[in-house]
């Protein structure tokens, strides 16, 4: 039975994954960086992603934040001020609208924009954290943005000011991960949106689902896993047309 679906076959492949939703009783859905580029946020390891021309760990790792604080604010001050005005689109809010209604359960995502939470989804697993919500690496309180973007340190330990992200070297969130993770062993569903599965542990996530397992993404993937169904698209795309079967 064919389970690869791009182009003009694309809306039969859609339709398959409607009739698979319907089925189903719990899916949980796990976005990653191809989810929010329709939001002109730029992916990191595409042929234009944030990655092709900087090394992250000179600017985004544990050690960059504390031997060359200078180099790591100025990129993440500038990544914050670029999200300053970037909106969901449309996929994100049809997201959110299939939790609220009860057919999607929860996001896990890799991303960091909070634009699942924009677009009203309630129960989102930020794997990777959130780029806009600012914390102390020392103490670990929670700062403003302003505070952060104008340099300034701790209020309480002096400490410095940093956006609550996983950053090279560092290990995710214990605790988020958890709950994703057992979603993910209980779901009978696992559709995966914009990822490359290629950041070491998420990428086991569909390895862990019990259930079906479903890729959206606008290129196929060299990945040690049989996907139940493929869907070769954009996002946006995808779920635009998804959104007319419910």
Request: net charge positive; with cysteine; hydrophobic share 40%.
């Amino acid at each position: 039975m064919k389970n690869f679906f791009q182009g003009e076959d694309l809306k039969l492949g859609v339709k398959k994954l409607a009739d698979m939703m319907k089925k189903y009783t719990y899916t949980v859905v796990l976005t990653g960086a191809g989810m929010d580029t329709e939001s002109n946020i730029p992916d990191f390891r595409g042929k234009n992603g944030l990655w092709k021309n900087i090394n992250p760990i000179l600017v985004a790792s544990i050690d960059s934040l504390k031997r060359n604080y200078e180099l790591f604010h100025e990129f993440y001050s500038t990544r914050i001020k670029k999200l300053e005005h970037v909106k969901p689109h449309e996929g994100h809010y049809i997201l959110a609208d299939l939790e609220r209604r009860g057919i999607i359960k929860s996001i896990a995502t890799q991303n960091v924009s909070g634009l699942h939470h924009m677009a009203g989804s309630k129960r989102v697993y930020e794997l990777h954290g959130n780029i806009k919500r600012i914390i102390c690496n020392k103490c670990k309180e929670e700062a403003s943005l302003d505070d952060f973007l104008n340099k300034e340190k701790c209020s309480f330990c002096g400490g410095l000011l940093r956006p609550a992200v996983v950053l090279f070297g560092e290990a995710l969130p214990m605790d988020i991960w958890s709950l994703a993770e057992s979603d993910i062993g209980r779901c009978d569903l696992l559709i995966v949106i914009g990822t490359s599965l290629e950041v070491y542990p998420v990428n086991q996530f569909p390895k862990m689902a019990v259930g079906k397992t479903v890729l959206i993404n606008n290129e196929d993937l060299n990945y040690d896993h049989k996907f139940d169904l493929k869907l070769i698209g954009r996002a946006k795309e995808v779920l635009q047309e998804l959104s007319r079967y419910f």
